[in-house]
């Protein structure tokens, strides 16, 4: 007989776990590309990397002060956040998207954004026989969300245009990762009436709002879109790009009480909490906003000399007025053009990991320093 305690039971058992768990989920997309880093990195100049859109810059010295100062935390944070984080969340939700009867009850701290995505789906109680739709080209997570709950996922062109039988979530992303696009004010107030109409949450993962370049991005929240009611409607928001706190971890939803009641329910069981000093940094970050402008200053000139270099090089650019990304096409499969790449020590990310719509394009970040930036161009030019 086997004792419960039996060393060599224990990883069996956690490893048929761990694959029941793990077969639900896609193959990691970027493990596909070790070998074009391989050649781009053996490049006499070194690797540009602009696959991945993560922030390189220093955080604000303001938010790294506040983070400091809330150091001496030994308590545990609540789930909920501090009266001051959930002052500074309504504020911001109040003043930069425009919503109106913002309350403490409309706001729900996040640890990072994806933490969300990957698991609204089951947080809400989606299983087997629940739809999920997302955009046709699209962060991956959403699938992993509906993946992770067992629920079944719809892609949309035109989400009015999807069957509402069985549809409980709906996931909105503008400005889009990876093709920036914007989705405009029509469109987003046509969109939440079809929704309302058959009773269908809508998210908007809405984490490139204030990096709108050649349009200005409007939150499904404002009253021109909401009809003043927040009823149904969720928006995410993060700090990770407006403020360079990816590595703090620190974000957001905004919008139905109830949704959001309900959440906070099932995340006070779990334990979502954002450690304090975040909590602190975050409110001094929202309180801000000439650090913003200043990134968003570098992270123009940026994109405008990748773009124009990129462009120069046979690339056409499509949509990409706003987010962090060059959505890019030589009108070839997107391997060959990574390869390309590849030889000039340059390393992008394959449309394909967006959805099959992507096969011909290559997403772009220009979130490198200015430096490797500027590598890129030279090496684009030469």
């Not at 590309?33 to 490049?43: D, G, I, Q, R, V």
């Not at 919503?99 to 995505?117: D, I, M, Y």
């Not at 809508?202 to 499904?220: K, Q, R, T």
């Amino acid at each position: 007989m086997t004792s419960s305690h039996d060393s060599t039971a224990a990883p069996s058992l956690l490893g048929g776990a761990a694959r029941r768990v793990s077969a639900l989920l896609p193959a990691f997309p970027w493990d596909r590309l070790e070998p074009y880093k391989a050649t781009a990195s053996a490049h006499a100049d070194g690797l540009v990397d602009l696959s991945v859109g993560t922030p390189v810059d220093p955080v604000p010295q303001l938010v790294q002060d506040a983070l400091a100062a809330a150091s001496d935390s030994p308590g545990y944070p609540t789930v909920w956040g501090t009266t001051a984080l959930k002052d500074a969340l309504v504020g911001w939700v109040e003043g930069r998207l425009g919503a109106q009867g913002v309350s403490h009850h409309n706001v729900l701290p996040l640890v990072g954004s994806k933490e969300l995505v990957a698991l609204l789906p089951w947080q809400l109680g989606l299983g087997p026989g629940d739809r999920v739709a997302f955009p046709r080209l699209a962060y991956p997570t959403y699938e992993v969300g509906a993946r992770l709950a067992r629920a079944d996922y719809v892609v949309y062109d035109d989400p009015t245009e999807l069957d509402p039988e069985g549809l409980r979530l709906l996931w909105l992303n503008s400005p889009s990762n990876p093709t920036g696009r914007v989705l405009g004010l029509d469109e987003l107030r046509r969109i939440v009436a079809w929704a309302r109409q058959h009773g269908v949450l809508v998210v908007s993962d809405e984490c490139y709002l204030e990096l709108g370049w050649e349009a200005e991005p409007v939150s499904v929240l404002h009253p021109d879109v909401s009809g003043g009611s927040m009823a149904g409607l969720i928006a995410i928001h993060s700090l990770s790009k407006r403020s360079n706190l990816a590595g703090y971890r620190s974000a957001f939803a905004a919008g139905d009480a109830d949704v959001l009641g309900e959440l906070l329910e099932v995340r006070k069981h779990s334990g979502f909490m954002v450690p304090a000093p975040v909590q602190a940094a975050t409110v001094a970050a929202l309180g801000d906003t000439a650090h913003v402008a200043e990134q968003r200053e570098r992270y123009a000139a940026r994109r405008a000399a990748l773009r124009t270099a990129l462009e120069a090089y046979g690339f056409r650019i499509e949509h990409s007025e706003a987010s962090l990304y060059l959505w890019a096409t030589r009108d070839e499969p997107c391997w060959d053009t990574i390869a390309e790449l590849a030889k000039h020590g340059i390393l992008a990310a394959p449309g394909e990991f967006y959805g099959e719509a992507g096969a011909n394009f290559v997403r772009m970040a220009f979130t490198a320093t200015d430096e490797r930036v500027a590598a890129a161009v030279a090496r684009l030019q030469a």
